[in-house]
């Protein structure tokens, strides 16, 4: 798909369909599903709510930790998109941590995903929170694309290098799509990419 037909991609019908706790509440809407995984404060939310093009339809917070269940948008009735909670929240205790975890598990489990979107701050690259996600979704034979976050923080030369890194360091198949919800970097190609994955394959 060209730069010219990803730019004409939109979804204007797109809302916030329903929370819920567990994958036994999901409701059965038979819309193909992507999840939105990534680290605690990686900046799902505003990734999100740029690819919708709806500013505050996600809940964005300065705190890390926000989003504590599986927050369903359907996407201009053409696929359901599942904001997880970010892992990895260090301030959390233990038993939350544990509910967050059992959480997206049964959700992974469970679903009929096409896809989960792997969010990475380009800053730091994967961390080993990130490699295990990564490692699980590989070995349940889910398919996953790494996006890198923030890419608007590096400079062109210093944002290639890290992206190179970050490839190798997942074993050098998948590239990061390099995005910035600050700057609009990378959104559109990411509207490609679903588009090819949900409904061109």
Same mark, same amino acid.
């Given at each position: 798909?060209?730069?010219?037909?990803?730019?004409?991609?939109?979804?204007?019908?797109?809302?916030?369909?329903?929370?819920?706790?567990?994958?036994?509440?999901?409701?059965?809407?038979?819309?193909? #599903?992507?999840?939105?995984?990534?680290?605690?404060?990686?900046?799902?939310?505003?990734?999100?709510?740029?690819?919708?093009?709806?500013?505050?339809?996600?809940?964005?917070?300065?705190?890390?930790?926000?989003?504590?269940?599986?927050?369903?948008?359907?996407?201009?009735?053409?696929?359901?998109?599942?904001?997880?909670?970010?892992?990895?929240?260090?301030?959390?205790?233990?038993?939350?941590?544990?509910?967050?975890?059992?959480? &997206?598990?049964?959700?992974?489990?469970?679903?009929?995903?096409?896809?989960?979107?792997?969010?990475?701050? &380009?800053?730091?690259?994967?961390?080993?929170?990130?490699? #295990?996600? &990564?490692?699980?979704?590989?070995?349940?034979?889910?398919?996953?694309?790494?996006?890198?976050?923030?890419?608007?923080?590096?400079?062109?030369?210093?944002?290639?290098?890290?992206?190179?890194?970050?490839?190798?360091?997942?074993?050098?198949?998948?590239?990061?799509?390099?995005?910035?919800?600050?700057?609009?970097?990378? &959104?559109?190609?990411?509207?490609?990419?679903?588009? #090819?994955?949900?409904?061109?394959?």
């Amino acid at each position: 798909m060209n730069d010219t037909t990803a730019s004409r991609i939109h979804w204007p019908n797109t809302h916030f369909l329903q929370s819920v706790a567990n994958a036994r509440e999901f409701p059965d809407t038979g819309l193909p #599903q992507v999840a939105v995984a990534g680290h605690s404060n990686v900046g799902k939310s505003s990734l999100m709510n740029a690819l919708f093009g709806r500013n505050g339809l996600v809940k964005t917070s300065k705190n890390p930790g926000c989003t504590r269940l599986l927050n369903l948008f359907a996407v201009d009735d053409r696929m359901l998109v599942v904001d997880l909670p970010g892992y990895g929240y260090a301030r959390a205790s233990k038993s939350e941590q544990n509910r967050w975890i059992s959480m &997206i598990d049964g959700y992974l489990t469970g679903a009929d995903l096409k896809l989960v979107l792997v969010l990475l701050d &380009i800053r730091h690259g994967p961390k080993d929170s990130d490699m #295990q996600l &990564i490692e699980w979704l590989n070995e349940a034979g889910i398919r996953w694309v790494p996006v890198a976050t923030k890419a608007d923080k590096l400079s062109g030369n210093g944002r290639s290098r890290r992206l190179k890194e970050m490839t190798d360091a997942m074993g050098g198949l998948l590239k990061p799509l390099p995005t910035s919800s600050a700057k609009g970097l990378g &959104i559109d190609n990411l509207r490609a990419l679903l588009q #090819q994955e949900l409904f061109d394959a």
